[in-house]
């Protein structure tokens, strides 16, 4: 389905710009597998892939249903928000999160509901927590949404107002989802199957939140079987003290620094009519790298 592989492609993207300063770069290794080799260890990052990748066919199957491209589902049909004004009419066509919601849930935990794992197995536990992270992953789409309203009448006097269920920017789901990962709570799988907290002194994660059971692994070397690529050869930032400085980034083994040159539109003006007319400015930058 198209908008299945509209929402597969729209998670991998916005992985990348999530992780695109941090040592695992949301590498991709393998197609087939969409995140790769990363996804065969139940770390924080596996959490991170399945909630983002619920979140994006959620999202696009929805939209797509808003849109007419699914004959199976139309516009929302959610109830009328309680917190609405009384003369505001709740109509129009909203994306159907709750159809992108059920059809996210059916298509993609079939595959760890199907398979059978023994009681209490460090197989059992990673199906669990795969289930756990793509409903995460669903709820964050529609935690994310919000109502949205229009005003009708002549000239703009607004006399109706009709409102909608609405998704938000994809990036404001991977933004909630990045924040969920830094926060993500560790646990393990008991003798009776169920997913438990590994130290008690923490708070029980709820639905919202990512949950994992092993530590990640070195991604400041390159390991094809973890599916790291290690930060050798990274743009770093020298003076950043944050996760994508040449410090953190790099591991420790220092950096590389050349002088490149990098040409770009500069004292653009607006030539009438209908031009913009701009120069080419030459600028000389310093490039740091991992090395």
Same mark, same amino acid.
């Given at each position: 389905m198209l908008a299945v592989a509209n929402g597969a492609h729209q998670a991998l993207l916005e992985c990348r710009h999530q992780f695109q300063h941090r040592r695992w770069n949301c590498s991709i290794l393998d197609e087939l597998n969409v995140f790769g080799p990363v996804t065969s260890i139940p770390s924080r990052e596996t959490a991170f892939a399945h909630a983002l990748a619920a979140a994006g066919v959620t999202y696009a199957v929805? +939209? !797509? %249903? +808003?849109?007419?491209h699914l004959s199976s589902c139309g516009c929302s049909r959610m109830g009328r928000p309680k917190t609405l004004r009384k003369d505001w009419i709740w109509g129009g066509c909203g994306d159907n999160l709750e #159809?992108? #919601?059920? $059809? !996210? =849930?059916? $298509?993609?935990?079939?595959? &760890? +509901? &199907?398979?059978? $794992?023994?009681?209490?197995?460090?197989? =059992?536990? @990673? !199906?669990l927590m795969n289930l756990h992270n793509n409903e995460a992953g669903r709820r964050a789409v529609i935690k994310m949404s919000r109502v949205t309203c229009k005003c009708h009448g002549v000239s703009g006097s607004c006399s109706l107002i009709t409102c909608w269920q609405q998704l938000s920017n994809f990036r404001e789901v991977g933004d909630f989802i990045r924040d969920k990962y830094d926060g993500a709570t560790e646990v393990r799988v008991n003798k009776r199957g169920r997913l438990q907290l590994r130290d008690s002194r923490f708070r029980l994660p709820t639905a919202n939140d990512l949950v994992y059971l092993e530590e990640s692994p070195n991604y400041c070397i390159r390991n094809y *079987?973890?599916?790291?690529?290690?930060t050798e050869g +990274?743009?770093?930032?020298?003076?950043?003290?944050?996760?994508?400085?040449?410090?953190?980034? %790099? %591991?420790?083994r220092g950096y590389n620094t050349m002088k490149t040159t990098l040409k770009e539109r500069c004292q653009c003006k607006f030539k009438w009519c209908c031009e913009v007319e701009c120069k *080419?400015?030459?600028?000389?930058? &310093?490039? @740091? *790298?991992?090395?």
């Open positions: 929805s +939209r !797509a %249903c +808003r849109d007419g #159809y992108g #919601y059920k $059809f !996210a =849930q059916g $298509f993609i935990d079939v595959r &760890e +509901r &199907e398979r059978k $794992f023994k009681r209490g197995s460090r197989k =059992q536990g @990673h !199906a *079987t973890v599916g790291s690529l290690g +990274r743009i770093c930032n020298r003076t950043s003290i944050d996760l994508d400085g040449c410090n953190l980034l %790099c %591991c420790g *080419t400015c030459i600028k000389s930058i &310093e490039l @740091h *790298t991992c090395k």
